[in-house]
């Protein structure tokens, strides 16, 4: 028998690797505390673990109710070093729940744990959060190892990059010399399910083959022969071809750093360029008249640059914040991000899914025998490698959101073999 608890449990996602590892050198896996706060993701875990309680907030939990354990997993918020969020790290609430897995490690002494968080946990603060995490497990007396992992180097189909940590009181877990597997997306997809009709999708299937959505984003935020443009599906209005030619030269300008040094501002990606810088990259007599026009429709906007302010946190953190500046000429600009439309990506069945997120895991659609549609929960489990028999009876929305803030099952049983070769022989 090897006793785990489970921190910040999410849908199970550690446990369910960890599992898997356990019961493949012939013991018997035996969760025996686990804590989650999230609504959802705990109607998850009752479904999945009917036999189980869940308790809630690890901050109010004392060490000495836990019951003894053997491993200690937990995937402890991310937010507070991802890319996706304020990079504030340890200012920010949910930084510190770190010191909970220490301050349990401290108590319990169990014989390794695993950890998992972003990729951007590692280079945060200039490496000085890792830093400190890493003094910390090195004090508690445990041998220890981490390393930047890849989903799609584990046989699932999703370019997803996540830091472990992997540690043990016996020996140091390697987490080197692994056998890489890859997969693509086709294999995981379901077939003939219902799909979206709305006007978007009628229009994106109107100009483009099935085929040719393969890998397509849709937005206004970068050039390339993989984006579509809203002025590519004319969506704000009419546009001519000699208008579409203007509107993909700015796109492609307007993030030069030689545009920064003229207008006097920190570069930015993507800058507003006065009718005088675009003049110069695109001769036309009628260039007033199609920048007018573009912006009357909403594939422009006249705007001030932006410029960069730095400051310091009541946390004494530095940050930084664009604001316009005024003291610099007005200049035309794409208006539409990365979140612009219904569809950001349409993904590819031959190739794999991006890193999938919470905040947009909605608007990435497949090809489907009828047209297009979203991707099933059943679909998402399957790009996190979880088995068949997972239950996640739950609305898209949540299921999105719970997804997004997951970990990849197989790379969590391989790092979980190694923590279990350091004190337990198949």
């Not at 491993?71 to 504030?88: D, H, N, Y």
């Not at 422009?300 to 004494?316: A, D, I, M």
Request: positive net charge; glycine residues 8%; charged residues 25%.
């Amino acid at each position: 028998m090897i006793s785990f608890i489970d921190l910040f449990a999410g849908i199970g996602g550690i446990r369910k690797g960890l599992e898997q590892a356990i019961v493949s050198i012939g013991e018997t896996p035996q969760c025996v505390f686990t804590s989650e706060i999230k609504p959802s993701a705990v109607k998850i875990l009752h479904d999945n673990h009917p036999d189980e309680s869940i308790s809630g907030d690890i901050t109010q939990i004392d060490a000495d109710k836990i019951p003894d354990f053997d491993i200690l997993c937990a995937g402890f918020p991310c937010q507070a070093f991802s890319s996706a969020g304020k990079r504030q790290g340890f200012a920010d609430t949910r930084g510190t729940l770190f010191f909970h897995v220490e301050r349990i490690l401290k108590a319990k002494r169990p014989k390794g744990f695993i950890l998992e968080n972003v990729e951007g946990l590692v280079n945060h603060d200039k490496g000085k959060t890792f830093a400190t995490i890493l003094t910390c497990i090195d004090k508690l007396g445990y041998k220890y190892s981490y390393k930047v992992l890849n989903a799609k180097d584990f046989g699932v189909p999703q370019d997803r990059k996540r830091v472990y940590i992997v540690g043990s009181l016996i020996a140091q877990p390697s987490l080197e010399d692994f056998e890489s597997s890859s997969s693509t997306l086709g294999s995981i997809l379901e077939h003939g399910l219902p799909c979206k009709n709305t006007k978007f999708t009628r229009l994106l299937l109107k100009s483009f083959s099935k085929s040719d959505l393969y890998g397509k984003s849709i937005k206004d935020k970068r050039g390339g022969d993989y984006n579509i443009h809203s002025w590519d599906l004319q969506i704000k209005g009419q546009t001519n071809k000699k208008e579409r030619n203007l509107l993909n030269s700015m796109m492609r300008e307007r993030r030069k750093k030689k545009w920064a040094e003229e207008i006097g501002i920190d570069w930015m990606d993507g800058m507003p360029l006065t009718f005088e810088q675009i003049s110069t990259f695109y001769v036309s007599n009628d260039l007033q008249t199609m920048l007018n026009k573009l912006t009357s429709q909403g594939y422009l906007v006249f705007e001030h640059p932006k410029k960069l302010v730095r400051y310091t946190t009541t946390e004494g953190i530095p940050s930084s914040k664009r604001i316009p500046d005024e003291t610099k000429p007005k200049g035309y600009n794409i208006v539409s991000g990365k979140l612009s439309f219904e569809i950001n990506k349409i993904l590819d069945p031959n190739g794999i899914a991006p890193t999938l997120v919470a905040m947009d895991m909605d608007k990435l659609y497949v090809v489907d025998s009828k047209g297009l549609r979203q991707l099933t929960l059943r679909e998402g489990l399957r790009l996190f490698g979880y088995p068949e028999d997972m239950k996640l009876d739950i609305d898209l929305k949540n299921g999105y959101d719970l997804l997004g803030n997951t970990v990849v099952v197989p790379v969590i049983r391989f790092v979980a073999n190694r923590v279990l070769s350091t004190f337990y022989t198949n």
